[in-house]
């Protein structure tokens, strides 16, 4: 590859993927001075799901992308995590260090398309140029820059092109046709929205033989269930069978928040089912000028409330790398990158599928209690 394209700054960068990853990169990119881009295939750039859990650590990515105040006055910020039996026997309190900020909480939760919502927003607001409707159709590169043809006929030319279009992606396709596709890990999740009783002012879980259970506040007057089962093989749940099926669920626990949930389920009640699916896509992870973040290469199932922390910081570190590389070249600034998020991600991936297999399993609750206290240790510290 010869010397000056690599050297060449990035000045015009493509965004494949308007989820959060994506969106948090074109914020940042575009603090830089960089021409961004972004890509998003719905039309209608909607997010699908309930609640979404979220660690110190994802808010201290809020705060650095300049989005902490709209999650705060839109979701849910609060301290700790209680950990009781089936039958409400309190086990354990989950530390949750306020590592944003004294100021901000350890933790929090948020309607999944309110905080997809408030990332657009910051989006458009950053001059990032959004076409809906539209993704890549294909790409060439050479030393100097990646050409790309649109779905909708247009074209362009960028300095560095970023695949972030989810577990799904036909980015990663595309880059790496043998990469390994999605794995089904014997566990779905149950989701549910209902209304925020005042005693549920925190997140809490109960531990079941087989079964978890967990609620937590996403706004001042709403809240979501998340329940977690065992299921050998993946399949289609007819959504007429949610409200029975989540009802017998909650059935063993003796617990009157959940007995209170589970009388309140109902026809208008927002119920999701999702089989849980994991992907680590061993690096490289960029080829040439073209680099894949979140979800895309580094899928995790929910139990550490941290899938979406990783994918937001892969844009920040990304764009961190952009500009500290900007004198040495964009191949540079993507080894120092996969650098500083491998291990991380790696990390959060592989503690989160541990803990589904020890769940499975009906395996030791001393090694699952410490697996999640090690992996929030670790989110702590530094990106």
Request: charge should be negative.
């Amino acid at each position: 590859m010869s010397n000056s394209g690599n050297r060449a700054a990035v000045r015009r960068a493509l965004i494949v993927g308007g989820g959060f990853s994506g969106m948090a990169a074109a914020i940042e990119l575009k603090k830089r001075g960089i021409d961004v881009d972004l890509v998003e295939i719905d039309a209608g750039w909607r997010s699908y799901g309930a609640g979404i859990s979220l660690g110190g650590a994802t808010l201290r990515a809020f705060r650095t992308l300049g989005v902490l105040d709209e999650f705060v006055r839109r979701g849910s910020a609060h301290d700790d995590v209680d950990l009781h039996t089936s039958g409400g026997h309190h086990l354990a309190t989950l530390p949750t260090p306020r590592i944003a900020g004294p100021d901000v909480p350890g933790g929090g939760a948020i309607m999944r398309p309110v905080l997809a919502a408030i990332l657009a927003e910051a989006t458009r607001a950053s001059g990032t140029n959004v076409r809906l409707g539209c993704t890549f159709a294909s790409f060439t590169q050479d030393d100097g820059g990646v050409d790309v043809t649109f779905t909708d006929g247009g074209t362009g030319r960028y300095d560095l092109v970023i695949g972030a279009d989810g577990l799904y992606s036909t980015m990663r396709t595309a880059l790496f046709p043998d990469a390994p596709a999605p794995r089904y890990t014997g566990q779905g999740v149950w989701r549910a929205v209902l209304p925020r009783p005042a005693g549920i002012d925190h997140a809490m879980m109960w531990l079941g033989p087989k079964i978890k259970a967990g609620v937590a506040p996403v706004s001042d007057t709403e809240m979501y269930l998340y329940v977690t089962e065992d299921r050998a093989e993946r399949v289609h749940v007819d959504p007429a069978r949610f409200v029975p099926m989540l009802r017998e669920l909650l059935a063993p626990f003796n617990v009157p928040a959940l007995q209170d949930i589970r009388a309140g389920l109902g026809a208008d009640s927002q119920i999701i089912y999702r089989p849980l699916e994991g992907l680590l896509l061993p690096r490289p992870w960029h080829r040439g000028r073209i680099v894949l973040i979140g979800d895309t290469v580094h899928a995790t199932t929910p139990h550490m409330a941290s899938g979406a922390c990783i994918g937001i910081e892969d844009a920040i570190v990304l764009a961190e790398e952009v500009e500290r590389h900007a004198g040495t070249g964009v191949m540079a600034a993507l080894d120092a990158f996969e650098e500083r998020r491998w291990e991380r991600c790696r990390m959060v991936v592989e503690n989160s599928g541990r803990l589904g297999e020890i769940e499975i399993a009906g395996g030791d609750k001393a090694e699952h209690g410490r697996i999640m206290r090690d992996t929030l240790v670790a989110l702590s510290g530094e990106i």
